[in-house]
């Protein structure tokens, strides 16, 4: 919620005025015949889904849809890929690394960055 769109605003309060009674600007995907399952590992079903999610995403005004929009079953999780890249990623994730000491980094790159020079 924000100053403008507020929880009256999402509820159709303003709509009311306009209408007999009062419809939510909120629908549910899955109240609806719109199917955001990839069945198929074919590119031309993946291009239409991630298009079909797209062209959902931006609906905004009086009608605004929550939900599931897009769903492949057929990639494995990103925690799984990750973790057969890195098999101890979740053990020592990035975010409990240390990265400096007494204020200092603990690596030194500059060996890096003077390979880059041109």
């Not at 509820?11 to 069945?39: M, N």
């Not at 009086?62 to 897009?70: A, D, L, Q, S, V």
């Not at 979740?90 to 409990?96: D, G, H, L, R, V």
């Amino acid at each position: 919620y924000n100053d403008i769109n507020t929880r009256d605003w999402y509820a159709g309060a303003d709509l009311a005025k306009e209408a007999a009674e009062r419809h939510s600007r909120i629908y549910k995907l899955e109240d609806t015949h719109f199917d955001p399952v990839v069945h198929y590992a074919d590119d031309k079903e993946i291009d239409e889904k991630l298009a079909q999610a797209l062209i959902k995403s931006l609906e905004w005004g009086n009608k605004i849809p929550t939900g599931i929009f897009y769903k492949n079953d057929l990639i494995s999780p990103f925690t799984t890929r990750l973790t057969d890249k890195i098999p101890n990623y979740m053990e020592n994730p990035p975010a409990k690394q240390n990265i400096s000491k007494d204020g200092k980094p603990t690596t030194d790159v500059s060996k890096l960055l003077d390979s880059l020079q041109v």
